[in-house]
């Protein structure tokens, strides 16, 4: 088979939109499409959106690290 008709499947659920999307970052082990990094980083602090981001945010958990 050739490489150029296997498509990897890289689409995750963003944790703001909850749309799935194929690029985007991740924060610990949450992802965050490349729309709602662009639109949080554009949000000035007084914008009503601006809760709504902090509101989706509190879903990201930093993992816990066992030695």
């Known amino acids: 088979m ?3 008709t296997i498509k990897k499947n890289t689409e995750e659920t963003c944790i703001v939109c909850d749309q799935v999307k ?3 970052i991740h924060l ?3 992802f965050i499409c490349k729309q709602c990094e662009l ?3 554009g949000t000035e602090t007084d ?3 601006y809760k709504y981001y902090l509101q989706r945010l509190k879903k990201v958990k930093t993992p816990e690290i066992y030695s």
């Open 2 to 4: 050739e490489m150029s």
């Open 22 to 24: 194929d690029d985007g």
């Open 28 to 30: 610990y082990t949450s």
């Open 39 to 41: 639109d949080m980083i």
């Open 47 to 49: 914008d009503p959106r």
